[in-house]
C-alpha cells in the first residue's frame, strides 16, 4: 500500500470518514431544506443538439475543412513519392513547408464556427492556403520560382486571419 492508497483510506473510504462525510451531508441537506435555500422555480434545460448539427448549423466551414484536409492529404502523398529529400533537398524542405502551413490552417478552419466574423476568417485562411501553399507547392514540384512573389501575400493573409479572430 502506497503513500497515496494510505492517505486516501485515512481520508475517505474508511468507516470512520465515510460515515462523518454521510452525517455532515445529510445534516446540510435537512438544514437547507428547513432554512428554505431550494430554488424558487426549477430550471429547465432545452435539450441539446449534437454536435454535427451545430457545426453544420453554422456555415459550411466545417465541409470546407474537409476538402482542404483532402486535398492536403492528397498533396501530402504525391510529395512523399515525387520528391527525393535526398536529390532535392531546397524542393522538399519548401514542399514541407506548405503542407505543413495547408494542414495547420485546415485544423484552423474547423473552429471558424466559433468566431465572431467566421466568414471574414474564411476569406483569409483560404487566400492564405491558396497563396502561400498553392506557390510553395508550384515551386516545389517545378521549381519554377516565377510565382514565389505571391508567397509573403499568402502569409500576410495568414496573419490576417488570425488577427481577425480577435473582432
Known amino acids: 500500500m502506497g503513500f497515496i492508497d494510505t492517505l486516501n483510506y485515512i481520508l475517505f473510504t474508511n468507516p470512520i470518514s465515510s460515515g462523518t462525510f454521510l452525517f455532515l451531508r445529510g445534516t446540510a441537506k435537512m438544514a ?3 432554512i428554505g435555500l431550494q430554488p424558487k422555480q426549477k430550471l429547465k434545460m432545452p435539450p441539446s443538439k449534437p454536435l454535427w448539427k451545430l457545426a453544420s448549423s453554422a456555415g459550411p466551414y466545417v465541409k470546407l475543412a474537409g476538402l482542404s484536409g483532402a486535398a492536403a492529404v492528397v498533396l501530402g502523398a ?30 484552423a478552419l474547423l473552429g471558424l464556427p466559433l468566431s465572431r466574423k467566421p466568414s471574414l476568417v474564411a476569406v483569409f485562411f483560404i ?17 519554377d520560382k516565377r510565382f514565389s512573389r505571391i508567397t509573403p501575400i499568402g502569409g500576410t493573409c495568414f496573419i490576417l486571419g488570425w488577427l481577425s479572430l480577435l473582432i
Open 32 to 34: 437547507g431544506d428547513y
Open 78 to 107: 504525391y510529395g512523399a513519392h515525387k520528391l527525393n529529400a535526398e536529390k532535392l533537398p531546397d524542393q522538399a524542405r519548401i514542399f514541407e513547408t506548405a503542407n505543413r502551413y495547408h494542414f495547420i490552417h485546415t485544423l
Open 127 to 143: 487566400c492564405g492556403i491558396i497563396l502561400f501553399s498553392g506557390s510553395c507547392y508550384y515551386v516545389a514540384f517545378t521549381n
